[in-house]
C-alpha cells in the first residue's frame, strides 16, 4: 500500500495498492519459485504446503484416471479408492491439482493450481469410500489479456503442450513421488471466446487497470509499476514505491474524484438512453407483489409490474438499506430484514433485531475442514434461523444475509481473512458455493462480498482506496469465487466494496457490476452498497448507472438527485426502475414472502425423529378422540335404551 502526494509535495490523500505479485500469491508462489529455483529453496520457505493436514488414522489410495485424452470441452474425471488402513475412523480429503505448460515470457501460470477436491464419508477401519472428482477442462484455461502468446487472440485460452494432472494430499504434489499423476498431451492451442455458463462473449474490461503495469501504454497511469513473473522472480519481486514513483499528476488526481451525473455526462455511455420510461404519479395497487413470486426476470410482467410504481416510492427504496428493504404497502411488499454475517445473523441494525441465533465457525475454519457437505447444512441452518427470526420476534424472521464473505487471503496481514475462507480461489468459491445454495434453499438470499479486491480494511473508505490488477490477476484470482457463487451457487444478492477498481469505486463500476456480473455472468438480483455514511465518492447516482441497486445507508444527505426534488432525466428514471425491479425481484423470492401469496412459498424442515414423533403424538390424540367418540356414543345409548326399559 502506497500513500500518494500530489506535485506540491502535499498528500493528495489517495491511497493505492498494487497486486505487483499478480498471480503468483500464497501456494502458487512458492511452489512456483520452488520448482524453479530447484535445490533446497522450497525447503527453507515452507513448513506445511497449501492443503497439509492430519488425521487420527491412516489412508491408502488407488487411483484411476478415467479421461483417456483431454478435448476442448471435456472433463478430466479421475476415481480415487480411499482404504481406512488405521485402527480408527476418520475422513480423507483426495486433492487434484493441474500444471499447464509454461513458456517463458508468454503467459504467466503456476506450476500447480487446485483444480478440483473431494472429502470421503467417515470410513471405519479396513473399510473404503470411493470418490470421483470431475473438472472441466476450461477449468486449465489462462486468461491472456495482452496476447502474451502471440496468437491474436485474448482471453481465456490453452496453450498446446503437455498438462500434468496431479492427485495428491497438497500443493506440493510435482515433488511428491507419493502422487499419482497422468500426462496429457493438447496438440493444439484452444481458445475460449465465450462464457461456458450463459455463452456470453468475454473480453477485456479492466485494459485500464492493465496498462497501470505497462510502460508502453498509452494511459495516464501506464507503467506506474510491474508485474512479478515467473521468468525472473528474483528481479521482478515487489519493490515499495519511491518518492518520484509516488507523485501524482493533476491529471491523475483527477481520475480519482467523482463526477456528477449530467446528461452531458450520460450521453455517449453504455447506459445511456433518450427514451422516458413510464411511471406512475402515485404507487398504484393493480398487481400485488405476491404475484411475481417465481416470475422469471425478464419475464414481460415485470414491465406491467414496474409501471405502477412512483418515483417517490422509487427513490425511497434505492437509498434506505440500511440491514433492511423498506415496505411498499400499496403493491404487498414487506420490509424483509437483513443482518450483517458472515459467521450468522450477528448483527442488525440500531433496532437490535438479532438475538438468540446461533454464532458459527468463521469461514477460514469452515474451508479448513474442505468438506462442502458441511458447507451447505451450515447455510441451511442458517436459512432455518431466518425462516424462525430470532429472540427479538422480528415479524417474517430474517430475509436476507450480508455473507458468506469471498475475498482471497492475499496475505496473512488482509482486514478481513476471518471472514473469507481461502488463499485459492477454487476453495473459497467451493465452500461459498455450498453455503449460498444452503441459505437460498430456505429463502434467505445472500449478499456475497465485498466485490471486489477488498483485502484491507485501513484507509479503505476514506477516499475509495485504489487498487490495481493486470486483468488475468483479478480474473483468475479474485473474480473466480465469486463467478462461481454466480453461476454455480446462483446467488441473487451481491454486496459490492468500499475500494475503488483502478479509480472507479467498485460499487460504481460499469465493467464490474454489469460488463462482466449481470451480462458475462448472467446474475440475476440485487447489488448493495458496503456502509455509506454520505462518502461522497460512494454516489448512488453512479452506484444505479453502473449496475448497482441498493444504497446500504439510513439517510444519504448528498443523494439529491435520486431522493431530492424530483427533476429525472430519462437516464435517471431507467436506472431508478433498474434498480428498484433488481431488489423488489430478489425480495419476492425470499421468505419475505412466506405465506402472503397462495400457499406457503417456503416452509421449515426439522429432524426426521421430530417429524416422526409429531407424527404418533397427533395420531394418539386423534385415535383418543375417536375412542373418546365412540366411548360416549356407547354409554349415551346405554343409559337410553335403559330409560326406554323404565318407561315401558
Known amino acids: 500500500t502506497s500513500r500518494y502526494v ?46 497439509y493436514g492430519l ?3 491412516t489412508f491408502e489410495w488407488d487411483v484411476k484416471f478415467r479421461t483417456k ?60 469410500d470411493t470418490v470421483t472428482i470431475t473438472m472441466s477442462v476450461r477449468t486449465m484455461a489462462s486468461y491472456d489479456y495482452n496476447d502474451a502468446n502471440a496468437n491474436g487472440t485474448e482471453g481465456y485460452e490453452l496453450d498446446d503442450g503437455e498438462y500434468t494432472i496431479y492427485v495428491g494430499k497438497n500443493s506440493h504434489v510435482w515433488a511428491d513421488e507419493d502422487a499419482a499423476s497422468k500426462v496429457y498431451t493438447l496438440d493444439d492451442e484452444v481458445y475460449y471466446e465465450t462464457d461456458e455458463v450463459t455463452g456470453t462473449k468475454v473480453e477485456n474490461q479492466f485494459d485500464y487497470m492493465s496498462d497501470y503495469f505497462d510502460e508502453n501504454a498509452e494511459s495516464t497511469f501506464a507503467g506506474h509499476s510491474k508485474v512479478m513473473s515467473r521468468a525472473d522472480f528474483e528481479g521482478t519481486f515487489p519493490q515499495p514505491p519511491t518518492t518520484e514513483e509516488a507523485t501524482l499528476t493533476t491529471e491523475e488526481v483527477d481520475a480519482c474524484t467523482y463526477k456528477t451525473a449530467t446528461p452531458e455526462y450520460d450521453e455517449g455511455q453504455p447506459w445511456y438512453t433518450d427514451e422516458m420510461p413510464q411511471q406512475a404519479e402515485e404507487t398504484q395497487s393493480k398487481i400485488s407483489a405476491t404475484r ?70 468463521s469461514p477460514i475454519v469452515m474451508a479448513s475442514t474442505w468438506n462442502k457437505e458441511l458447507a451447505r447444512e451450515m447455510g ?14 422480528v415479524q417474517g424472521g430474517y430475509n436476507g444475509w450480508y455473507a458468506p464473505g469471498n475475498n482471497i487471503h492475499r496475505s496473512p496481514f488482509s482486514g478481513r481473512n476471518w471472514e473469507y475462507y481461502s488463499e485459492d480461489p477454487y476453495l473459497s468459491g467451493a465452500m461459498g458455493t455450498q453455503v449460498v445454495i444452503g441459505a437460498q434453499s430456505k429463502g434467505v438470499y445472500t449478499y456475497v462480498k465485498h466485490f471486489a479486491l477488498n483485502d484491507q480494511e485501513t484507509n479503505r473508505d476514506t477516499n475509495g482506496l485504489v487498487t490495481w490488477a493486470d486483468e488475468q490477476t483479478f480474473r483468475e484470482i479474485y473474480l473466480k469465487p465469486f463467478q462461481m457463487i454466480v453461476e454455480e451457487g446462483g446467488t441473487n444478492a451481491i454486496m459490492s466494496s468500499f475500494n475503488r477498481i483502478g479509480t ?61 426534488d424530483g427533476k429525472t432525466d430519462e437516464v435517471q428514471l431507467a436506472a431508478l426502475k433498474l434498480a428498484t425491479k433488481n431488489i423488489l425481484y430478489t425480495v419476492a423470492n425470499s421468505n419475505a414472502m412466506n405465506g402472503m401469496g397462495e400457499g406457503v412459498v417456503w416452509v421449515t424442515t426439522m429432524a426426521k425423529w421430530k417429524v416422526a414423533l409429531i407424527c404418533v403424538n397427533v395420531g394418539l390424540v386423534v385415535l383418543a378422540a375417536v375412542w373418546g367418540f365412540f366411548d360416549i356414543r356407547r354409554k349415551l345409548k346405554k343409559v337410553k335404551a335403559q330409560n326406554q326399559n323404565e318407561n315401558a
Not at 493505492?16 to 508462489?29: F, M, P, Q, S
Not at 480415487?80 to 503467459?107: C, F, M, R, W
Open 504 to 564: 472507479t469505486w467498485a460499487g460504481g463500476s460499469f465493467a464490474l457490476l454489469t460488463e462482466v456480473l449481470r451480462m458475462e455472468w448472467g446474475f440475476e438480483g440485487m447489488v448493495i452498497s458496503d456502509y455509506n455514511l454520505s462518502i461522497p465518492y460512494m454516489h448512488p447516482d453512479q452506484m444505479i448507472r453502473a449496475g448497482g441497486d441498493l444504497n446500504l445507508s439510513q439517510d444519504y444527505k448528498p443523494s439529491a438527485s435520486v431522493s431530492g
Open 380 to 393: 441451511e441452518c442458517v436459512g432455518e434461523e431466518g425462516i424462525w427470526g430470532g429472540e427479538q420476534g
Open 292 to 361: 411475481m413470486v417465481g416470475v422469471p426476470f425478464d419475464d414481460p410482467r415485470w414491465d406491467t409490474f414496474m409501471n405502477q410504481l412512483s418515483l417517490e416510492d422509487m427513490r425511497d427504496l434505492i437509498v434506505s438499506g440500511y440491514f433492511w428493504t423498506i415496505e411498499i404497502p400499496e403493491i404487498d411488499l414487506p420490509q424483509s430484514i437483513t443482518p450483517d454475517g458472515p459467521t450468522g445473523f450477528v448483527q442488525g441494525s440500531g433496532s437490535n433485531w438479532v438475538g438468540n441465533t446461533c454464532f458459527y465457525a
Open 69 to 128: 485424452t483431454l478435448t476442448e470441452d471435456g472433463d478430466v474425471v479421475v476415481d480415487v479408492t480411499v482404504t481406512n488402513t488405521g485402527d480408527v475412523a476418520g475422513k480423507d480429503v483426495v486433492q487434484l491439482y493441474y500444471s499447464a505448460p509454461y513458456t517463458e515470457g508468454e503467459i504467466e501460470k503456476s506450476q500447480v493450481v487446485l483444480g478440483g477436491y473431494e472429502k470421503t464419508d467417515l470410513i471405519q477401519p479396513g473399510m473404503s
Open 6 to 51: 500530489n506535485e506540491a509535495g502535499s498528500s493528495a490523500g489517495i491511497n493505492y495498492v498494487e497486486y505487483d505479485e499478480g498471480i503468483y500469491i500464497g501456494y502458487r508462489y512458492y511452489e512456483t519459485r520452488g520448482f524453479e529455483e530447484g535445490g533446497t529453496w522450497y525447503d527453507e520457505n515452507v513448513v506445511y504446503p497449501f492443503g
Open 55 to 57: 488425521s487420527y488414522t
